[in-house]
């Protein structure tokens, strides 16, 4: 990644309104280093896509700058930006052969034949189709038509890669190993990636760093790792993996951690992460794999009584739903390994937690 001072993509205050009233994207700063895999997460309707148009040149800032390399953008054509672009349906031409769409930006940019035809042989090579440059896109699975768009997208070495929900369209096992398929190439190649999805999944598998966007603006960006287990709002916490959510009142403080009362009127000690002084509203998030069926008595602060509802087996853990101050949806991840617990359906169980795994967060 750059050591240089200035970051190779900047968003510099930029709004976004289409109508003039409404801002879709509300004063982003973000910087992004080159050689970075940064992925725009979040659900319709956030933003994300807009701030990728803007920064492809297919939609314009309304305030704000946005910089490529040391250089305003703003007023550059889409096509003289460098930038590689791979949409969800992949934007191949049909008329063309595999190996005649991917010489196509080349020819575009005035590149010899001879260098055209090097260029195209290492990029289906890249992507594993070195015996399909005489095919039409049509004769192509998903999968295959995909890692053309991929290949094209990078075979004029641009400066920056965007890709907008490349994989929508396949199923999920291909989807998976596509996911891999581009980290591989990302990490060969070092060149810089904008990714946009609303698949959280994704996003954790490929990424250097995520930025979650809700409502026009970025809630949090971070490595995955910290966006998982360190989530600083409760929409963070709700929208990046599975999680247990409690609600209640804050009663006081003590160094890091905090006593939150919850709906039924006991109390849960958390880690005191985005609230503030005593008789604030809270969101308590806790993730599943975090909960311990009969823990070892005095090993954790936070022990209740839980009724079991539904046993799913899922192969590597058994999915446990319970009953647990008042919630009948809260949910317990017990890994299926030697000496797993074994439960049964109607039965009372202590359940516990460490109060560092349970974060207390803004109200939502």
């Known amino acids: 990644m750059s050591t240089d001072n200035q970051a190779f993509v ?34 319709s309707g956030s933003g994300k896509t807009t701030c990728l148009m803007m920064l492809a040149g297919f939609e314009t800032a309304t305030h704000g700058d946005i910089i490529l390399d040391g250089k305003p953008i703003n007023n550059v054509a889409p096509h003289k930006r460098d930038i590689g672009m ?15 769409n991917l010489a ?12 055209i035809e090097e260029r195209v042989k290492k990029a289906l090579d890249m992507v594993e189709l070195g015996a399909f440059g005489n095919r039409r896109p049509g004769q192509l699975s998903g999968g295959q038509q995909q890692r053309v768009a991929v290949a094209r997208a990078l075979v004029f070495e641009p400066k920056l890669v965007l890709m907008d929900e490349p994989l929508g369209a396949l199923d999920k096992q291909l989807r998976e190993q596509m996911q891999y398929e581009i980290k591989h190439i990302h ?45 600083e709002n409760a929409f963070v916490a709700q929208f990046i993996g ?14 890091k951690n905090c006593t939150v009362q919850v709906e039924n009127g006991q109390t849960v000690e958390a880690l005191a992460v985005n609230v503030r ?8 998030s806790l993730r599943p794999e975090r909960v311990f069926v009969r823990p070892e008595p005095g090993s954790c602060p936070n022990v209740f009584d839980a009724t079991v ?40 169980v202590k359940v516990g937690w460490q109060a560092e795994d ?7």
């Open 10 to 43: 900047q968003f510099a205050d930029v709004q976004k309104s289409y109508d003039g009233e409404t801002l879709v994207v509300k004063n982003l700063n973000l910087d992004i280093e080159k050689g970075e895999f940064v992925t725009m997460l979040g659900p």
């Open 86 to 100: 791979v949409f969800q349906n992949y934007a191949l031409f049909p008329h063309m052969t595999v190996s005649e």
């Open 104 to 115: 196509f930006p080349l020819e575009v940019r005035k590149r010899s034949k001879s260098d």
């Open 187 to 231: 990490e060969n190649l070092g060149v810089t990636v904008v990714y946009v999805t609303h698949d959280q999944s994704e996003a954790l598998t490929m990424s250097n760093r995520i930025a979650v966007f809700n409502d026009g603006i970025i809630q949090q960006l971070a490595a995955p790792e910290d966006l998982y287990e360190l989530p």
């Open 242 to 255: 599975e999680n247990n959510r409690l609600v209640g009142t804050v009663k006081g403080f003590t160094g």
């Open 277 to 284: 002084k005593e008789g604030e509203h809270s969101t308590l």
């Open 309 to 348: 509802e539904e046993l799913i087996y899922l192969g590597d853990h058994v999915r446990t739903r319970v009953n647990l101050l008042g919630h009948n949806d809260f949910i317990i991840k017990i890994p299926n390994s030697a000496g797993h617990q074994h439960l049964q359906t109607g039965e009372t």
């Open 358 to 364: 349970c974060r207390a967060l803004d109200y939502l």
